[in-house]
């Protein structure tokens, strides 16, 4: 094997996309846990709530995707 060829296992293709979604969206929850994070210990959970949201929200339009976002906190907070 010469220097300049991949081993066919790693050789790229062109299909191969060159970032990672699930790391990006690891970004989005790490952002909306560390605003969150800010809030703890001052009992205000809207406050606490509303700065995640505001940052998950931030960084979601960042995400280069086509998809859909489907979320719900089900029905202990009626969301």
């Keep these: 094997m010469s220097e300049h060829h991949l081993p066919s296992q790693l050789e790229v293709s ?31 959970k809207i406050g606490a709530d509303g700065a995640a949201v505001k940052a998950m929200r931030t960084l979601v339009s960042t995400v280069s995707m086509n998809g859909v976002v489907v979320i719900g906190e089900g029905e202990k907070d009626e969301a």
């Design 14 to 44: 062109p299909e191969a996309p060159d970032r990672n979604l699930a790391l990006e969206l690891v970004r989005v929850t790490e952002a909306a846990a560390m605003a969150a994070g800010r809030w703890v210990g001052r009992g205000d």
